[in-house]
Nanobody, 124 residues
C-alpha cells in the first residue's frame, strides 16, 4: 500500500503561481512512477504531468506544457507540481497518483494509488 496526501492548493489570480506537494508513505516510493491529474466539475479526470522512478524523464499534457513543472525528491518521498502562469481553465481538484511501472501512463485507470485531492481555483 502507498498512502498519498496532497497539499498546496488554494485560490490564486490568473497569472499567478502555486506549488502542489504530494507526500507518500508506505511501500518504496522510488519504485513508483508518479502522476498529477485534475478533475473539473462535470468533466472527466485528466492527465496533467508525470515523472519516472528516478525523475530523469518528465512528460506533460499539451495544455500545461511550458507552464507546469513536475519534480520529485525521493529522499523526502514527495512529488511536486509547480504551476506558473495559471489560467481560469486550470481550476480543478488536483490529484497525485502512483503507478507501479517505471514510466506511468496518461490514463487514470493505470494508476494503483491516489490521494484525496486538493482544490485549485484560479480567478480571472
Amino acid at each position: 500500500q502507498v498512502q498519498l496526501v496532497e497539499s498546496g492548493g488554494g485560490l490564486v489570480q490568473a497569472g499567478g503561481s502555486l506549488r502542489l506537494s504530494c507526500a507518500a508513505s508506505g511501500r518504496t516510493f522510488t519504485r513508483y512512477a508518479m502522476g498529477w491529474f485534475r478533475q473539473a466539475p462535470g468533466k472527466e479526470r485528466e492527465f496533467v504531468a508525470g515523472i519516472t522512478w528516478s525523475g530523469d524523464n518528465t512528460y506533460y499534457a499539451d495544455s500545461v506544457k511550458g507552464r507546469f513543472t513536475i519534480s520529485r525528491d525521493n529522499a523526502k518521498n514527495t512529488v511536486y507540481l509547480q504551476m506558473n502562469s495559471l489560467k481560469p481553465e486550470d481550476t480543478a481538484v488536483y490529484y497525485c497518483a502512483a503507478d507501479q511501472r517505471y514510466r506511468g501512463s496518461y490514463y487514470p485507470r493505470d494508476y494503483s494509488y491516489w490521494g484525496q485531492g486538493t482544490q485549485v481555483t484560479v480567478s480571472s
